[in-house]
């Protein structure tokens, strides 16, 4: 192997194929990135068996050739080389890497021949369902955040994706909330599928979308309980989780007595106040709504939180409300997650009473639905 490119592409495709790196590796070679250098590019490939990523930089490539060398190690001497010109030279017979920069830079790096690692998948072409990027990416960010951390129920630790015709639907759930996200694709697929991702895969996926991207393609594996999300140069590939995931339909309410109206960031503003108070009480911040005189008339939202040991908080904003009066608690660290990734102007938030969940939304979208269980009223 013999093959030339610049420093700032071997960092950046170093800093893809790394997140598939493992700090506690099962095999030893799981410690090392595959580098492969074919058809004017170089390949950089990662697994740990149940992530995979590939990232592909050009290259000027004057031999092919491919060889497995420590990844954290050649990193991190990447990162302090120059702006310059990097040339890698593999020696087949030693299996040593040498890595030089300008004049005065050469290191040799031992490695592990390439056929001993294990089978990183790639995409074939334009195969695959195709949605737009920066819109998936903006899914992503709506849902992730609500995914479950603790694996008691794995399934909730992920989150589901459901392709029914020419809709895609993503959920998360820890039990306590629900974030759902829809989105209409170009291209209808054949068949209802629902899979359950790891939260973690797609999270590091919406950090590697650029900007320029313009499309995702999802290329689903069930066969071989995999999922592969490609994009111009980059491949993700994830192992599925198991299980069923609940019911989103049963868990959104079909009704409700109470809609209120509030400005977003006002609303987001007095939540951040309140959660001061809010955290030595299991972030329960106390609603009360009192509708105006006529239906979607002026009204009045009271946010209320206390601790018993620092003191207590009171926010009153102006809504607009149409229904009865209510008054109910959540968690206002959850409503804090929510309103940080809407961007619209003004929310919606549904209420039937203090036993029973909230819907929050934009008020002018239907493919955005956070539902939120109660907090027992104190």
Same mark, same amino acid.
């Given at each position: 192997? *013999?093959?030339?490119?610049?420093?700032?592409?071997?960092? =950046?495709?170093?800093?893809?194929?790394?997140?598939?790196?493992?700090?506690?590796? !099962?095999?030893? $070679?799981?410690?090392?990135?595959?580098? !492969?250098?074919?058809?004017?590019?170089?390949?950089?490939?990662?697994?740990?068996?149940?992530?995979?990523?590939?990232? =592909?930089?050009?290259?000027?490539?004057?031999?092919?050739?491919?060889? !497995?060398?420590?990844? =954290?190690?050649?990193?991190?001497?990447? #990162?302090?080389?120059?702006?310059?010109?990097?040339?890698?030279?593999?020696?087949?017979?030693?299996?040593?890497?040498?890595? =030089?920069?300008?004049?005065?830079?050469?290191?040799?790096?031992?490695?592990?021949?390439?056929?001993?690692?294990? &089978?990183?998948?790639?995409?074939?072409?334009?195969?695959?369902?195709?949605?737009?990027? &920066? %819109?998936?990416?903006?899914?992503?960010?709506?849902?992730?955040?609500?995914?479950?951390?603790?694996? #008691?129920?794995?399934?909730?630790?992920? $989150?589901?994706?459901?392709?029914?015709?020419?809709?895609?639907?993503?959920? %998360?759930? +820890?039990?306590?909330?629900?974030?759902?996200?829809?989105?209409?694709?170009?291209?209808?697929?054949?068949?209802?599928?629902?899979?359950?991702?790891?939260?973690?895969?797609?999270?590091?996926?919406s950090r590697m979308i650029g900007?320029?991207?313009?499309?995702v393609r999802i290329i689903l594996?069930?066969?071989?309980?995999?999922?592969?999300?490609?994009? +111009?140069?980059?491949?993700?590939?994830? &192992?599925?989780?198991?299980?069923?995931?609940?019911?989103?339909?049963?868990?959104?309410?079909?009704?409700?007595?109470?809609?209120?109206?509030?400005?977003?960031?006002?609303?987001? *503003?007095?939540?951040? *106040?309140?959660?001061?108070?809010? *955290?030595?009480?299991?972030?329960?911040?106390?609603?009360?709504?009192?509708?105006?005189? /006529?239906?979607?008339?002026?009204?009045?939202?009271?946010?209320?939180?206390?601790?018993?040991?620092?003191?207590? /908080?009171?926010?009153?904003?102006?809504?607009?409300?149409?229904?009865?009066?209510?008054?109910?608690?959540?968690?206002?660290?959850?409503?804090?997650?929510?309103?940080?990734? $809407?961007?619209?102007?003004?929310?919606?938030?549904?209420?039937?009473?203090? %036993?029973?969940?909230?819907?929050?939304?934009?008020?002018?979208?239907?493919?955005?639905?956070?539902? $939120?269980?109660?907090? &027992?009223?104190?």
């Amino acid at each position: 192997m *013999r093959v030339s490119l610049l420093q700032e592409n071997l960092a =950046r495709g170093l800093a893809i194929a790394s997140r598939a790196i493992s700090t506690r590796p !099962t095999l030893p $070679i799981l410690s090392n990135v595959l580098l !492969t250098a074919a058809d004017g590019r170089l390949t950089l490939a990662a697994t740990n068996l149940e992530l995979s990523v590939v990232a =592909r930089v050009g290259a000027k490539v004057d031999e092919d050739g491919a060889i !497995t060398i420590p990844c =954290r190690l050649f990193q991190d001497f990447v #990162n302090m080389l120059p702006p310059e010109r990097v040339d890698l030279v593999l020696d087949t017979k030693t299996n040593k890497l040498n890595v =030089r920069c300008g004049d005065g830079v050469s290191i040799n790096i031992n490695g592990l021949t390439a056929d001993d690692y294990p &089978q990183v998948p790639a995409a074939n072409g334009d195969e695959g369902i195709a949605v737009p990027a &920066q %819109a998936f990416n903006e899914m992503i960010g709506h849902v992730v955040f609500a995914a479950a951390r603790e694996d #008691n129920r794995p399934v909730l630790t992920g $989150i589901m994706m459901r392709f029914d015709g020419a809709t895609l639907t993503m959920a %998360a759930s +820890d039990g306590y909330r629900l974030m759902l996200r829809t989105i209409e694709l170009d291209e209808a697929v054949s068949s209802v599928q629902t899979l359950v991702v790891p939260a973690r895969t797609l999270s590091e996926l919406s950090r590697m979308i650029g900007s320029e991207e313009t499309t995702v393609r999802i290329i689903l594996r069930p066969e071989n309980s995999q999922i592969m999300f490609h994009v +111009d140069k980059l491949d993700l590939t994830t &192992q599925l989780i198991e299980g069923t995931y609940p019911s989103v339909e049963q868990i959104i309410p079909k009704n409700h007595t109470t809609l209120t109206m509030i400005n977003t960031q006002d609303l987001l *503003r007095a939540c951040k *106040r309140a959660e001061v108070f809010a *955290r030595d009480e299991q972030y329960t911040m106390r609603l009360k709504v009192t509708p105006g005189e /006529s239906t979607l008339a002026s009204g009045v939202l009271m946010l209320n939180s206390q601790s018993k040991e620092v003191g207590d /908080s009171e926010n009153k904003l102006e809504v607009k409300v149409s229904g009865q009066p209510v008054e109910i608690a959540f968690n206002v660290h959850f409503l804090i997650e929510a309103l940080n990734v $809407i961007k619209e102007e003004q929310v919606v938030l549904e209420t039937t009473d203090s %036993a029973k969940p909230g819907v929050l939304r934009p008020l002018e979208r239907q493919d955005f639905t956070h539902v $939120i269980m109660p907090m &027992q009223l104190r």
